[in-house]
DNA sequence: CGAGTGATTGACTTAGATCAATGACCGTGG
DNA sequence: CCACGGTCATTGATCTAAGTCAATCACTCG
């Protein structure tokens, strides 16, 4: 079931009945909390492959509103349909929470990254949590802006300590490939 | 089943076999992993209270180091017990998805906040989000430097950050309660 | 009554944000 | 086929918000 939203269209608004669980397939969508005030406070900022608001499941109405913010195309699986698979097929719920307890890993990695104040260790924490199997390498998996964004940091900012790192040896680059060179790593 | 540990003892290794699912009593536990130069990266710090590596459930060993920070003590949830259930019960199953869904959101809640850069928005969007029924006042959980750490910053920077608000008349403090009062808030 | 911790404020420093400019690359429309 | 607009990658210069170090006061606990 898909649909089709145009920019600064809504989705969903907080209070509405919940309809299921969505994902993005192209476009980004954001979730927004309004408070009183009318002050908006961003909850999720969902792109392209990412889900949206599986919380809604359980609960009767939405607490947030979805407003695309890009042209954005997303696919509904209905909250009747799913509910009932989880009732009925055990297959299906394992891989259902398989799938959260593995969002909650990657979530709470990512937040403990943002713990780190120094853009150099914030960049080696990425790359040795996801070095390939060699221990070694990392895959990046977009652009550098995009890169820069997941780390939190400006992209002028992760650049130069890209360029530090390599300058002291510790990584080399290739294309979108970096390769960890510490003597650390022989 | 509950397992006392001490400062710097481990609970399990990476490679060893997944005996269930963590919560964590008393204490801090946290999960690390080690790369091949011998580097920490730390995936997660579960405090009293929190869940530790849900993720193993759904895996035949595990992916890092959990190691107790402090004195500590955690209950375990044997893995067999738990899938057996979520093949059985599907209300349990039910309440299963829903935890980890809540998870899911609140934590993208707590990242997307990082990505603020302001001390001043980043406190004003945890209070927006946090702000009881009356959408206007919010009880501290713990301590101000819990807060601090809570929203990445250092508890300098949150005191002084409070201070400001408080003066600007956007806020006003009463022990461990917090009331929006910006004019906007009428 | 000290020892330990939280809350708070001051002074100083710095890492990273911001603003700006350049070159490379790419698709596209004439 | 090429000029043009757009985005990414990169580097320089500057500024400032937040981190760090330090000191004080209030509390609590054994």
Known sequence: MERKLAPGHTLFRAGAKTAGLYQVISGTVRLLRTDRSGREAVLQVA?????????SLFSATYHCDAVATTAASVHLYPKAILLAELQRDPTFTRAFAAMLAHQVMSLRTRLERRNIR???DRVLHFLAINAGVDGRTVALPG???EFAAELGLSHEA????????????EIERTGGVIKLTGRRYD
Chains 1, 2 share one sequence.
């Open 47 to 55: 792109s392209a492959g990412e889900t949206l608001a599986e919380a």
């Open 143 to 145: 652009t550098l802006k």
């Open 118 to 120: 120094s853009a150099r």
């Open 158 to 169: 992760l650049y130069r300590t890209l360029a530090r790192l390599t300058a002291d040896g």
